[in-house]
Protein backbone atom coordinates (compact mmCIF):
# COMPACT_ATOMS: atom_id res chain seq x y z
CA UNK A 1 0.00 0.00 0.00
CA UNK A 2 3.08 2.17 -0.75
CA UNK A 3 4.61 1.82 2.51
CA UNK A 4 1.98 2.34 4.58
CA UNK A 5 1.62 0.19 7.21
CA UNK A 6 -1.33 -0.74 9.49
CA UNK A 7 -0.62 2.47 11.86
CA UNK A 8 -1.10 4.52 8.73
CA UNK A 9 2.68 5.54 8.28
CA UNK A 10 5.30 5.10 5.74
CA UNK A 11 8.27 3.84 6.86
CA UNK A 12 11.05 2.24 4.69
CA UNK A 13 12.88 1.14 6.98
CA UNK A 14 10.12 -1.22 8.26
CA UNK A 15 9.50 -2.89 4.65
CA UNK A 16 13.47 -3.83 4.59
CA UNK A 17 13.20 -5.43 7.90
CA UNK A 18 10.39 -7.13 6.65
CA UNK A 19 12.12 -8.05 3.63
CA UNK A 20 15.50 -9.28 5.72
CA UNK A 21 12.82 -11.40 7.29
CA UNK A 22 11.94 -13.19 4.22
CA UNK A 23 15.63 -13.01 3.26
CA UNK A 24 14.67 -13.83 -0.68
CA UNK A 25 17.34 -13.84 -3.15
CA UNK A 26 14.59 -11.98 -5.67
CA UNK A 27 11.90 -9.90 -4.41
CA UNK A 28 9.29 -8.50 -6.69
CA UNK A 29 7.35 -5.70 -4.88
CA UNK A 30 4.00 -3.63 -6.02
CA UNK A 31 2.94 -0.08 -5.22
CA UNK A 32 6.45 0.54 -4.69
CA UNK A 33 6.01 3.95 -5.97
CA UNK A 34 3.65 7.38 -4.46
CA UNK A 35 0.66 7.05 -6.89
CA UNK A 36 0.55 11.02 -7.16
CA UNK A 37 3.37 13.80 -7.95
CA UNK A 38 6.62 12.29 -8.88
CA UNK A 39 5.82 8.81 -8.27
CA UNK A 40 8.76 8.64 -5.98
CA UNK A 41 10.01 5.32 -5.12
CA UNK A 42 8.51 4.27 -1.26
CA UNK A 43 12.27 2.93 -0.50
CA UNK A 44 14.91 5.26 -1.29
CA UNK A 45 17.62 4.03 -3.38
CA UNK A 46 20.23 5.13 -1.34
CA UNK A 47 18.54 3.38 1.76
CA UNK A 48 18.19 0.06 -0.51
CA UNK A 49 22.17 -0.03 -0.93
CA UNK A 50 23.24 1.27 2.01
CA UNK A 51 21.10 -0.78 4.52
CA UNK A 52 20.01 -4.03 2.98
CA UNK A 53 21.60 -7.22 0.87
CA UNK A 54 19.66 -6.13 -2.38
CA UNK A 55 19.90 -3.24 -4.98
CA UNK A 56 17.15 -2.52 -7.33
CA UNK A 57 17.20 -3.33 -10.54
CA UNK A 58 16.94 -0.82 -13.37
CA UNK A 59 13.91 -0.74 -15.84
CA UNK A 60 15.38 2.10 -18.01
CA UNK A 61 12.62 4.57 -17.18
CA UNK A 62 14.11 8.46 -16.02
CA UNK A 63 12.36 9.79 -12.88
CA UNK A 64 11.75 9.52 -9.13
CA UNK A 65 10.16 6.08 -9.71
CA UNK A 66 11.52 2.64 -8.39
CA UNK A 67 10.23 0.91 -10.98
CA UNK A 68 7.56 0.69 -13.65
CA UNK A 69 3.44 1.24 -12.50
CA UNK A 70 4.05 0.44 -9.35
CA UNK A 71 5.96 -2.80 -9.72
CA UNK A 72 9.67 -2.83 -8.42
CA UNK A 73 12.18 -5.47 -8.12
CA UNK A 74 15.24 -6.14 -5.67
CA UNK A 75 17.75 -8.63 -6.22
CA UNK A 76 20.60 -10.04 -4.31
CA UNK A 77 23.53 -8.05 -4.47
CA UNK A 78 26.11 -9.64 -6.41
CA UNK A 79 23.84 -11.56 -8.82
CA UNK A 80 23.89 -11.04 -12.61
CA UNK A 81 21.15 -8.83 -14.19
CA UNK A 82 21.12 -10.27 -17.56
CA UNK A 83 17.75 -8.90 -19.08
CA UNK A 84 15.07 -6.08 -17.87
CA UNK A 85 12.17 -4.86 -19.58
CA UNK A 86 8.81 -3.39 -18.54
CA UNK A 87 5.24 -4.64 -20.01
CA UNK A 88 2.84 -2.71 -20.94
CA UNK A 89 -0.62 -4.50 -20.21
CA UNK A 90 -3.48 -3.24 -21.97
CA UNK A 91 -6.32 -2.63 -19.44
CA UNK A 92 -8.93 0.22 -18.23
CA UNK A 93 -6.25 2.36 -16.42
CA UNK A 94 -2.44 2.29 -16.92
CA UNK A 95 -0.92 -1.16 -15.59
CA UNK A 96 2.31 -2.98 -16.42
CA UNK A 97 4.22 -5.50 -15.31
CA UNK A 98 8.49 -5.97 -15.21
CA UNK A 99 10.57 -8.86 -16.15
CA UNK A 100 14.07 -9.65 -15.66
CA UNK A 101 16.36 -12.87 -16.13
CA UNK A 102 18.94 -13.06 -13.42
CA UNK A 103 21.87 -15.39 -12.58
CA UNK A 104 21.71 -16.16 -8.92
CA UNK A 105 25.00 -18.53 -8.54
CA UNK A 106 24.81 -20.97 -11.37
CA UNK A 107 21.07 -20.79 -11.83
CA UNK A 108 19.35 -18.50 -14.78
CA UNK A 109 15.79 -17.52 -13.57
CA UNK A 110 13.39 -15.48 -15.23
CA UNK A 111 11.09 -13.03 -12.52
CA UNK A 112 7.92 -11.59 -13.64
CA UNK A 113 6.69 -8.77 -11.27
CA UNK A 114 3.06 -7.19 -11.71
CA UNK A 115 -0.02 -6.31 -9.51
CA UNK A 116 -3.21 -7.28 -11.25
CA UNK A 117 -6.15 -5.18 -9.68
Known amino acids: HKGIGLDRRRD??????????????????????????TKAQVIPHALIEEHSPWHAVS????????????????????????????????????????RADVVIGHHAIRVLGMHLD
Not at 12 to 37: K, S, T
Not at 67 to 88: D, F, P
Open 12 to 37: PRRILDVLREIDGDVIALQEADRRFG
Open 59 to 98: FGHDGASMGWHGNAMLVRKGSEIRAATSLHLPALEPRGAI
